[in-house]
């Protein structure tokens, strides 16, 4: 098995520690999850007893549970740096082995970012997400035109071949490279 490139490697740390390990604390957990499902329901206005509030908290968990039990080999609670790329790079090496909480996820981020419910992403709309993590709304904006590759909206189709360009592709050219926010690694 050869060992992750160094390119993947840090797509792969910054989606930990940006998205993922939002306490900062280098191990994702369930609090991690439970800041996340705060910040989103603030960022979207949604209170707590609201349905978008409930069905977040039902996905974000779901999707823990999911990342939990495929990647956390230790059984401690929490998902180590090693176990996170040890994941990915699995799954790099063979797609189909794609788990139903990293389809969970990329559907629940899909939809976040399309806040006008049209059945795509706008740059406007996937820059107050991102930069709702504190990437640079700026660069958010650039890294939305390249992976658009110039177009004005990506939707869910696309938008999943992004999302698997980013996960697996050692190419610094592939667009989904830009589908966090982020314009370089």
């Given amino acids: 098995m050869s060992p992750i490139s160094e390119f993947r490697k840090k797509k792969l740390l910054y989606v930990f520690n940006v998205f993922f390990d939002v306490n900062q604390s280098g191990e994702i957990d369930r609090k991690d999850f439970e800041l996340a499902i705060k910040k989103i329901c603030e960022l979207r206005g949604w209170p707590a007893g609201n349905p978008k509030n409930v069905e977040t908290h039902d996905s974000m968990f779901k999707v823990w549970e999911g990342l939990r039990s495929k990647a956390d ?3 401690d609670g929490q ?11 699995a799954y790099a090496k063979d797609p189909s082995t794609v788990m139903d ?10 939809d ?5 419910h049209d059945g795509t992403i706008d740059g406007d709309e996937f820059s107050i997400v991102c930069s709702s993590y504190g990437v640079d709304k700026n660069e958010c904006q650039e890294a939305f035109k390249k992976m658009s590759k ?17 996960f697996s592709s050692d190419d610094p050219a592939s ?5 966090f926010g982020k314009t370089s690694f």
């Fill in 112 to 116: 976040l970012e399309d806040a006008s």
């Fill in 73 to 75: 080999k230790d059984n």
């Fill in 150 to 166: 110039g177009a004005v909206e990506v939707n869910r189709d696309e938008f999943a071949e992004l999302w698997r360009e980013y």
């Fill in 101 to 110: 909480w990293q389809l969970r996820y990329m559907n629940f981020m899909f």
């Fill in 79 to 89: 998902v180590s740096v090693d176990e996170w790329c040890n994941m990915w790079d």
């Fill in 175 to 179: 667009p989904g490279n830009f589908i």
